[in-house]
C-alpha cells in the first residue's frame, strides 16, 4: 500500500468567498460531495436547524436506493451523539432516522431536506422552501444529455426556493468530464475555466437585473495526488482530475513543416477554433486541416462558422453549403472531411466534436 499523502478537499475555502453561486469541479473520490453534503446539509441542519435541497438532474435518479447511498458515507450516529443512525427518503424528503438490526425496520423522525429533479422543476413552483438556504447539485457535468434550456430551469427552480430572500446559495459539484456544459457556456465561464489551474478558486462578477453584480465563484480542486488505479481514456480525469478526453489525430509532422494556405474561424457555445489549410513544404501536394483553440476575437476580415448569428456574409452556418458566390471557396470546404482533419491536442478535439452543430463529413 502506498504512503503518499492524500490531499483532501476542504470546501472552506470557496465558502468564505460568500459567493450565492459555486462551481466545484475536480477529480473522482477526492471529497467534493464529502465535504459539501457534510458542512451544507446534515451538519448545519443540525447546527442551525435549516434544510436543504438535494438536486440531481433527472427523475430517473432519485430512488431510495440511490439517494440513502448518496448519504452512506455520513456518520449520522456520531454527529447526533447516538440518536440516529442513518438518513432515509420518503416521499422526496429526507428524515434523520433509527435502523433496528434486530427487527430490520426503519423509524423516520426529523426531517432535513428535499430531494428534487431538475428535470420536474415546473412542479416545484408553488412550493414553499423558506427552511432552506443551500441547494446541492450533484454531477452537474454530463457526459450525456442535458436538459433543454438547463440553466434557464436552474434558475426557475432557484427564484422559487429563495424568494426574493439573496440568502440561498448553490453548490454545484461535478467531474471534470466535459467543458461543454451550459452552465459554462450561459453564463460566460468558458474562457475562466480554459486557463484554470488545478488549486485555485475564480471568481467572476456577472451582471443580474439589478445594478449590483452576482458573484459566481468556480474551483477547480486541487488533485488528491493519489491514484485510483483506473486505465483507459478516461484515467486522467478519474486519477488527476484532468479534462476527460477522446484520442485525437494528430498532424503527422511538426507544425513548421507545413505552409499555412488559408484560415478561417469556427465559434461554438462559447469556444472559438482557428482552422488552417496547410500544405506539406516538402512534398508541395499534401494537403490537410489544422484547428487550434483561438481566444481572441475574430477579426472582420475572416470567415467564421458559428452558431452566432452576424449580418455578416463573413459569418456562415453551414460550411459545406456557403452563401459566398465563390466556387473556389465552396470546393475548399468541401474537402473539410474527418480524414483530413487533424488537431492541436486531444482536448481541443474533444471539445470541437463536442460543441459544433453539424455532421463532419467522411
Known amino acids: 500500500m502506498?504512503?503518499?499523502?492524500?490531499?483532501?478537499y476542504n470546501l472552506d475555502n470557496i465558502d468564505k468567498i460568500g459567493a450565492r453561486f459555486n462551481l466545484i469541479y475536480g477529480e473522482r473520490s477526492n471529497g467534493k460531495s464529502y465535504q459539501v453534503k457534510h458542512k451544507k446539509a446534515v451538519e448545519k441542519y443540525l447546527k442551525t436547524g435549516?434544510?436543504?435541497i438535494l438536486m440531481r438532474r433527472w427523475k430517473e435518479e432519485i430512488t431510495s436506493e440511490k439517494i440513502e447511498q448518496y448519504f452512506q458515507d455520513v456518520d449520522v450516529s456520531k454527529l447526533t451523539n447516538g440518536k440516529y443512525n442513518c438518513i432515509t427518503l420518503y416521499r422526496k424528503l429526507l428524515y434523520l432516522s433509527v435502523y433496528d438490526n434486530e427487527t430490520g425496520k426503519t423509524k423516520?423522525?426529523?426531517?432535513?431536506?428535499y430531494v428534487v429533479a431538475l428535470s420536474t422543476e415546473q412542479?416545484?413552483?408553488?412550493?414553499?422552501y423558506l427552511d432552506v438556504e443551500d441547494i446541492i447539485f450533484e454531477e452537474f457535468m454530463s457526459r450525456s444529455i442535458y436538459i433543454a434550456n438547463e440553466s434557464n430551469k436552474l434558475m426557475n427552480f432557484y427564484a422559487t426556493v429563495d424568494r426574493k430572500r439573496l440568502t440561498t446559495r448553490m453548490w454545484l459539484v461535478g467531474n471534470t468530464i466535459s467543458r461543454v456544459c451550459p452552465y459554462i457556456n450561459d453564463w460566460g465561464l468558458h474562457n475562466l475555466i480554459s486557463s484554470q489551474k488545478q488549486?485555485?478558486?475564480?471568481?467572476?462578477?456577472?451582471?443580474?437585473?439589478?445594478?449590483?453584480?452576482?458573484?459566481?465563484?468556480?474551483?477547480?480542486?486541487?488533485?488528491t495526488g493519489v491514484s485510483s488505479g483506473t486505465i483507459g481514456t478516461n484515467a486522467n480525469m478519474i486519477n488527476t482530475g484532468?479534462?476527460?478526453?477522446a484520442p485525437q489525430p494528430h498532424l503527422p509532422k511538426s507544425y513548421k513543416n507545413y505552409n499555412v494556405l488559408y484560415r478561417f474561424g469556427f465559434q461554438y457555445q462559447g469556444f472559438k477554433f482557428l482552422c488552417e489549410y496547410l500544405m506539406d513544404k516538402e512534398t508541395k501536394k499534401d494537403v490537410c486541416w489544422f484547428i487550434r483553440p483561438y481566444y481572441k476575437d475574430f477579426n472582420n476580415k475572416i470567415i467564421v462558422f458559428s452558431d452566432t448569428?452576424?449580418?455578416?456574409?463573413?459569418?456562415?452556418?453551414?460550411?459545406?453549403?456557403?452563401?459566398?458566390?465563390?466556387?473556389?471557396?465552396?470546393?475548399?470546404?468541401?474537402?473539410?472531411?474527418?480524414?483530413?482533419?487533424?488537431?492541436?491536442?486531444d482536448l481541443c478535439g474533444t471539445d470541437f466534436k463536442q460543441v459544433i452543430d453539424f455532421q463532419i463529413r467522411r
Not at 2 to 8: C, L, Y
Not at 108 to 113: D, F, P, S, V
Not at 123 to 128: F, P, T
Request: aromatic fraction near 12%; include cysteine; glycine fraction near 4%.
Open 2 to 8: 502506498s504512503n503518499k499523502k492524500v490531499i483532501h
Open 50 to 52: 435549516k434544510r436543504f
Open 108 to 113: 423516520r423522525y426529523e426531517k432535513i431536506g
Open 123 to 128: 412542479n416545484y413552483a408553488g412550493a414553499s
Open 199 to 223: 488549486g485555485t478558486i475564480k471568481t467572476i462578477d456577472i451582471k443580474g437585473t439589478d445594478e449590483k453584480p452576482i458573484t459566481i465563484a468556480v474551483e477547480y480542486c486541487k488533485s
Open 242 to 245: 484532468a479534462w476527460e478526453t
Open 309 to 345: 448569428i452576424k449580418i455578416s456574409k463573413l459569418w456562415q452556418r453551414d460550411i459545406y453549403n456557403i452563401s459566398i458566390k465563390n466556387e473556389k471557396l465552396r470546393n475548399l470546404f468541401m474537402t473539410f472531411k474527418e480524414n483530413k482533419i487533424f488537431y492541436a491536442n
